[in-house]
């Protein structure tokens, strides 16, 4: 049986992110975080948040590279 099903709500507070961070994760790399349901009723298997943790990973990484790929162009 799997474990718990989980809210991104849940998610964001075991990561310890806003829970709009972990939406935008979520949203973005839909096809990797697994899911069961749909709308309001969707919930999430407790894998969902090691791919969010490791989104999370990469983000933070590439922030500390400097690359800001997708980002607004600075205007002097």
Request: charged share 35%; net charge positive.
């Amino acid at each position: 049986m799997p474990g718990k099903l989980l809210t991104i709500a849940e998610i964001a507070k075991q990561l310890d992110i806003p829970e709009s961070t972990a939406r935008f994760y979520r949203d973005r790399f839909e096809a990797f975080v697994p899911s069961v349901g749909e709308g309001r009723k969707k919930r999430y298997l407790p894998e969902a948040a090691e791919v969010l943790r490791f989104m999370r990973k990469l983000q933070t990484q590439r922030n500390r590279n400097g690359d800001r790929r997708g980002s607004k162009p600075h205007v002097s």
